[in-house]
């Protein structure tokens, strides 16, 4: 690997952990807002939670590293 390769590996991990942090924060408002209006019933899956909170976030940053890639020499 090159520098620059590892630069790039960097950046992606950098852009996709700090999203990670805010779309956790927003799963665990919901999730807590889901605790309250349901007071009285147990919560169901928490998998959707997971799924969105990793996935979610991969999403748009594999997008932008794909899109940093293609247009590097620009």
């Known amino acids: 690997m090159h520098f620059q390769d590892e630069c790039r590996v ?3 991990m950098k ?3 700090n999203s990670t942090n805010y779309v956790w924060m927003f799963c665990e408002g919901l999730y807590l807002y889901r605790l309250i209006a349901n007071a009285f019933s147990s919560p169901k899956r928490l998998l ?3 799924l ?3 996935g979610f976030p991969f999403l748009y940053s594999s997008a932008y590293a794909i899109i940093r890639l293609v247009m590097a020499d620009e």
Do not use: C
Request: hydrophobic share 65%.
């Open 52 to 54: 969105f909170g990793w």
């Open 10 to 12: 960097l950046s992606f």
């Open 15 to 17: 852009i996709y952990f």
């Open 48 to 50: 959707l939670f997971y």
